[in-house]
């Protein structure tokens, strides 16, 4: 085996073993210091990285949670078109102009967005703060302007 593909096979034995004894210490914290958001965040802040949220649900329910999300929202997207159509006054209308792109393209994609964006209506949240592009920017600013939501 060249000393590489070594390398890499130590490195990924070790970062599953420090995730396991971190796993303990964060539930641990959790469960005893029921600690605010906030600060759960500063002191465990690669949790917030996509890639370690989708390794934790895996490590948790052993199910992969991007995969189960949005089949289970393809599942339940009817139901939701349903629901949505019903609601009337000024929230109807917002939903409505939210799926307007229903109907000019059948993609997956813009079916979910569409789907989400309304959901986001439905439950009186504003849909822009459902959707944000990546920006290289620090995290935790940000986070302070919404600390208020969680």
């Known amino acids: 085996m060249p000393k590489r593909d070594h390398h ?6 070790l970062r599953r073993l420090m995730d396991d004894l971190s796993f303990a210490l964060r539930r641990q914290e959790v469960v005893k210091e029921s600690p605010l958001i906030v600060d759960f965040m500063s002191r465990w802040s ?3 990285q996509e890639n370690e949220v989708r390794a934790e649900f895996a ?3 052993t199910v992969a ?3 189960k999300f949005f089949s289970k929202l393809d599942e ?3 139901s939701l078109l349903r629901i ?3 609601r009337g006054g000024a929230q109807g209308q917002r939903i409505r102009k939210l799926l307007v792109p229903l109907a000019q393209c059948a993609c997956i994609n813009v079916k979910r967005e569409c789907v989400l964006k309304a959901l986001f209506v439905y439950l009186n949240e504003d849909p822009d703060n459902l959707f944000k592009e990546y920006m290289d ?3 935790f600013p940000m986070l302070k302007l919404h ?3 969680w």
């Open 8 to 13: 890499a096979n130590n490195e990924q034995t």
């Open 46 to 48: 690669a949790l917030f």
């Open 59 to 61: 490590r948790i329910t």
């Open 65 to 67: 949670l991007i995969s």
């Open 76 to 78: 339940h997207t009817p």
């Open 84 to 86: 949505f159509a019903k």
């Open 137 to 139: 920017v620090n995290f």
């Open 147 to 149: 600390s208020k939501k």
